[in-house]
T-cell receptor
Framework: GAVVSQHPSWVICKSGTSVKIECRSLDFQATTMFWYRQFPKQSLMLMATSNEGSKATYEQGVEKDKFLINHASLTLSTLTVTSAHPEDSSFYIC????????????FGDGTRLSIL | RKEVEQDPGPFNVPEGATVAFNCTYSNSASQSFFWYRQDCRKEPKLLMSVYSSGNEDGRFTAQLNRASQYISLLIRDSKLSDSATYLCALNRGSARQLTFGSGTQLTVLP
């Protein structure tokens, strides 16, 4: 149980393109979803926390107008990287948590984004 | 000071060796601690939670030292399949967000 699906797993696109990444909880309802970014040889850095039906809470230094997060249902959150540039190339990972904050986070497979 | 600090390694050990990783944290109010394993280009997978009294899962032992603000992971009888990056993490904030260390890379050699 507790499967989180992330799509696409790999995307390559031109600079200036907007890219949407989906994160779905397949067998549970995710009250809270998290988006992380990981650059090579670095740790996962939390970008934002989103609760279903409300605006995401962004970490310091993360531009909310560039990284649009929508958590419209209990099983789906999307991250849109708007007008992506090469410096946005990274590994983006979502996680989802059911119910109470003491529940564990379940991670998606990650999306490798390469901007040319 | 970073919230969570880890020695990045790499640790290269022979098969069968015992290896230990430490991770220090700066916020004494941190309550929950974890060790994750991350394979190259994959998502992190929870290896084990870390409890105050220490806990063991097979060849893996995790310990928490609140006084010195560090957690440790001990791997006994290491296998080739243990090669990965090991990330420590802790919960913070009202939403219990995870803060990760930078990871320690382990390579077990035949």
């Amino acid at each position: 149980g507790a499967v989180v699906s992330q799509h696409p797993s790999w995307v390559i696109c031109k600079s200036g393109t907007s890219v949407k990444i989906e994160c779905r909880s397949l067998d549970f309802q995710a009250t809270t979803m998290f988006w992380y970014r990981q650059f090579p040889k670095q740790s996962l850095m939390l970008m934002a926390t989103s609760n279903e039906g409300s605006k995401a809470t962004y970490e310091q230094g993360v531009e909310k107008d560039k990284f649009l997060i929508n958590h419209a249902s209990l099983t789906l959150s999307t991250l849109t990287v708007t007008s992506a540039h090469p410096e946005d190339s990274s590994f983006y990972i979502c996680s989802a948590r059911e119910g109470h904050s003491n529940q564990p986070q379940h991670f998606g497979d990650g999306t490798r984004l390469s901007i040319l | 000071r970073k919230e969570v600090e880890q020695d990045p390694g790499p640790f290269n050990v022979p098969e069968g060796a015992t290896v230990a990783f430490n991770c220090t944290y700066s916020n004494s109010a941190s309550q929950s601690f974890f060790w994750y394993r991350q394979d190259c280009r994959k998502e992190p997978k929870l290896l084990m939670s870390v409890y105050s009294s220490g806990n063991e899962d097979g060849r893996f032992t995790a310990q928490l030292n609140r006084a010195s603000q560090y957690i440790s992971l001990l791997i006994r009888d290491s296998k080739l399949s243990d090669s990965a990056t090991y990330l420590c993490a802790l919960n913070r904030g009202s939403a219990r967000q995870l803060t990760f260390g930078s990871g320690t890379q382990l390579t077990v050699l035949p």
